[in-house]
């Protein structure tokens, strides 16, 4: 067999990568009962062993700072490093994924309600008493036996990564291959938690009351799915014409919506469907789906606008690029595109244009976009906070089911379930990427306004532009640095608190 030289592992992780891609792709859009990953990972085990790993060392040690080769480095470490804990963990991950397309619930009146629906049927209910108790028994399903098997998973990954010894424990390791440093953005969280805790309370007591005629204290995460679902504006955003309004958006930018038919958009109801929506790049830039499960109303416009933006970034990659550029990297980058289209549902021009809530609605609108905008930005911050504790090692496993409820009640006001404390956790800090990418989009926003006008989504020089100056490039600079070249001293959230505050005296 011929030696590995970073060009073989080039090609052939690309190779591995579209076939797991592919086989994820087709189990969470319902297409197969399970993913078979235990034969992909057989078949490319060669570049997936010891000796991939310390080619992908030794170029990230001694390639130069700040030039391309230590990009290229790093986001082949950190890519190597992550497939090689991902490879043993691969049999559970394929239970996993058949457990949850198979899984199902009953709720109070006797109805047979698959697991990944659950969410959405909890968001769509209006009985309270109902709502609580389809959350209650999902609880119990993962208590049992979801939850099981997400710690098995975390306890198994974070063991195999720090056996690497790459720079001592789970979270020095990742810092060293993603250049974040997870003390700085905990200290960004934490501010920001306290910066806006009194706008917090008093915002959702009166949401609360006015929407859902309950009290603070009364709240739980179920009341959450249901106030942020926002039924009440389901008239404005109809189900039958949110692609067309996707596609015509995205012309009038400039561009083509598929990129000359690279994207495809999986969107319609299916049995076994993830509830969570997901753009699956199968082939980088060639092959590209957009995956959605409808739950009703503005919902679905925001999923549909920020999996858009993954899509476009991925349809849109130079396929020019190394396999690292187009496929890997800082993903905070590709969460930012994301976040730079869904945040057009806090735009007035967008919402009149596009929507049918007209100008005697879209205030009220923009008001509930705030409180939703300040919530999830809350949720993850602490959501952050409780990833960090839990990687670190210095909490007991058994311990952190009450932190995460302590954590996430808090900085929420909704209570959560110790049940989910396992579930509810992204993989290889995950959480952080989000964060970075909110950030980042108030900055590319701006940029966007200052190049193209505050209507610059349906400028037709703005969507060239995008394609070019930052789709093109896929994930070859990280979130800083697309910072930097937008005129952005640093990330922050101040940006964030300034739309926020806006929003709410919309």
């Known amino acids: 067999m011929t030696a590995l030289d970073l060009q073989r592992l080039r090609a052939e992780g690309q190779a591995f990568m579209e076939a797991i891609s592919r086989e994820s792709y087709l189990a969470f859009a319902g297409l197969k009962k399970t993913a078979e990953l235990r034969p992909i990972y057989e078949k490319y085990d060669h570049v997936l062993g010891i000796e991939a790993l310390e080619l992908t060392l030794d170029a990230f040690r001694s390639a130069a700072n700040n030039t391309d080769d230590k990009r290229s480095a790093q986001s082949l470490l950190e890519w190597e490093i992550e497939s090689q804990a991902a490879k043993p963990l691969a049999e559970l991950d394929e239970r996993e994924i058949e457990w949850e397309n198979t899984a199902v619930i009953r709720s109070p009146d006797g109805r047979v309600i698959q697991y990944q629906a659950v969410p959405i049927e909890i968001a769509n209910t209006r009985d309270r008493a ?4 389809l959350d209650e028994a999902r609880a119990k399903l993962v208590k049992k036996e979801h939850g099981p098997l997400r710690l098995e998973r975390l306890q198994r990954e974070k063991e195999y990564i720090e056996s690497l010894d790459i720079a001592g424990d789970y979270n020095a390791s990742f810092e060293a291959v993603s250049d974040i440093s997870l003390d700085a ?3 960004l969280c934490e501010r920001f938690l306290r910066d806006t805790e009194s706008m917090w309370e008093d915002t959702l007591a009166q949401v609360l009351k006015k929407s859902l005629g309950i009290r603070s204290s009364e709240a739980k995460r179920a009341d959450g799915l249901a106030l942020f679902r926002a039924s009440e504006y389901d008239d404005a955003f109809p189900a039958g014409e949110m692609e067309a309004v996707m596609r015509r958006q995205i012309l009038e930018m400039g561009i083509d919506p598929t990129a000359d038919g690279r994207i495809v958009f999986d969107v319609g109801d299916r049995e076994g469907k993830r509830s969570r929506a997901f753009c699956s790049p199968v082939r980088v830039p060639e092959e590209v789906y957009l995956v959605l499960r409808p739950h009703g109303g503005q919902s679905d416009y925001n999923t549909f606008l920020h999996e858009l933006g993954h899509a476009l970034h991925f349809g849109y990659a130079s396929p020019d690029y190394p396999f690292e550029f187009r496929w890997l990297g800082d993903n905070s980058v590709t969460e930012s595109y994301a976040m730079l289209f869904d945040h057009r549902m806090q735009d007035r021009g967008w919402l009149l244009r596009y929507t049918k809530l007209g100008t005697n609605k879209v205030g ?143």
């Open 130 to 133: 109902l709502r609580l108790a």
């Open 185 to 187: 953005l905990g200290t």
């Open 364 to 506: 009220k609108f923009l008001r509930t976009a705030g409180v939703e905008e300040l919530h999830f930005l809350r949720r993850y911050c602490a959501k952050f906070l409780y990833e960090r504790a839990l990687y670190s090692g210095d909490v007991r496993w058994s311990e952190l089911p009450d932190l995460y409820v302590s954590l996430l009640t808090s900085a929420t006001g909704f209570e959560y379930d110790p049940a989910d404390a396992f579930v509810d956790v992204d993989p290889r800090y995950y959480s952080a990427r989000y964060l970075r990418a909110w950030q980042l989009q108030s900055v590319l926003n701006e940029e966007l306004t200052d190049r193209f006008d505050v209507d610059w989504f349906r400028n037709p020089s703005a969507g060239p532009w995008l394609a070019r100056e930052l789709f093109a490039q896929g994930q070859r600079e990280n979130a800083d640095e697309i910072a930097a070249r937008a005129g952005a001293d640093k990330l922050s959230f101040r940006p964030l608190i300034r739309k926020i505050e806006a929003l709410l005296d919309a």
